[in-house]
């Protein structure tokens, strides 16, 4: 439909890749897979209002949109090259979709990444993104392949999208740097790309944490076959979190809020210490919380070392 608001897009997002023969403005993207490399290829729908809060700004939505598919190829151990985008708007607002694609242009940089087409119609907001990247053949991460006796990881810190939500959430939120921070953490997620780049051939399992740490190890679990056993009192959590919310609140958003976009792997353990080096070069680090056992599901236990949850799944607490 209305060409000036593709061609905006195509101009705001313009990034030159040699393996893009044809991009945006035909009927089809004509691309070059680079030899002896696999194609790695995922896609998210985000919805206004139940993925983004109403009135979130529009260059977050465009960050966010592009960012929770890298998450994807990052969990994955995949290089990111290519986007498709389809857009599905209420009304052809020039001014979102400047905003939404400025958003989006500034981290498909970092990655030289080519928005290669897409779609835009009308209708409730919602913004979906189709990424490509490239992994060399049979060295994807996936989620299968934890073994018993593995250490489980995190990078960087959880719950704080989940404290960032309950800010946006209180009408009169504070306005300090915590707050700031969680809110930032929530609307612009860092995807780990080059820590799952670290991980290839090291990670025994891989996945971004997107519906929380609880469900999202929980996938490894089933993939893998196995169960695993975390430390609530190992879970990573930021000072912006822990100075604003009480201990029982911010282990719960750690352990079952969502959209951190954090990678949660297994490896060896004697291969921690090198991939704990090797994720701090990187900056966002990587913390041991718990371990692979037989069986399955995942069990929390405290610092005594007794059970939160049983493995037949989580029961939401508040000790
Ligand atoms: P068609 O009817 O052939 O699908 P469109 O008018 O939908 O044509 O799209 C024209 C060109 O613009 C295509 O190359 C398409 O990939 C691209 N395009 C459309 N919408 C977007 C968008 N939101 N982002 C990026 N490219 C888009
Ligand atoms: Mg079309």
């Known amino acids: 439909m209305e060409f000036s ?3 905006r897009i195509r101009d705001l997002t313009a990034q030159h890749r040699d393996d893009v023969r044809l991009g945006i403005g035909d009927d089809a993207a004509l691309l070059t897979v680079p030899p002896g490399q696999e194609l790695a290829v995922a896609i998210d729908t985000m919805v206004e209002g139940v993925h983004f809060p109403v009135g979130t700004p529009a260059a977050d939505i465009g960050w966010k949109a592009l960012a929770v598919n890298l998450s994807d190829l990052a969990a994955m151990g995949a290089t990111p090259a290519w986007a498709l985008l389809a857009l599905t708007l209420p009304n052809a607002d020039e001014a979102f979709v400047d905003g939404f694609a400025k958003g989006f242009a500034q981290l498909a940089q970092t990655y030289r990444l080519a928005l290669i087409g897409g779609d835009t119609t009308r209708g409730t907001l919602t913004i979906s993104v189709a990424v490509h990247g490239f992994v060399p053949p049979g060295k994807a991460l996936t989620r299968a392949g934890a073994q018993v006796g593995d250490a489980v990881l995190v990078t960087g810190a959880l719950g704080d999208a989940a404290g960032g939500l309950q800010c946006v959430q209180q009408k009169n939120h504070r306005d300090d740097t915590q707050t700031h921070h969680l809110i930032e953490r929530l609307n612009r997620p860092t995807p780990r790309v080059a820590a799952g780049l670290a991980l290839r051939g090291r990670a025994s399992a ?19 076959h196995v169960g695993a056993e975390i430390d609530a009192a190992l879970l990573p959590r930021s000072s912006a979190l822990l100075d604003l919310f009480d201990e029982a609140t911010s282990r719960d958003f750690a352990l079952s809020g969502g959209d951190d976009y954090e990678l949660c792997f297994t490896v060896p353990v004697q291969q ?6 090797d994720l701090a070069k990187l900056g966002c680090g990587a913390t041991r919380i718990g371990c692979i ?3 399955e599901g995942v069990t929390v236990r405290d610092c005594e070392g007794h059970r939160l949850s049983g493995r037949q799944g989580w029961d939401h607490f508040s000790a």
């Open 5 to 7: 608001l593709i061609d």
């Open 206 to 224: 891989c996945i971004d944490v997107s519906d929380g740490l609880l469900a999202d190890l929980g996938h490894i679990c089933t993939a893998s």
């Open 272 to 277: 921690v210490a090198v991939v704990q080096a």
């Open 293 to 295: 056992v037989e069986g």
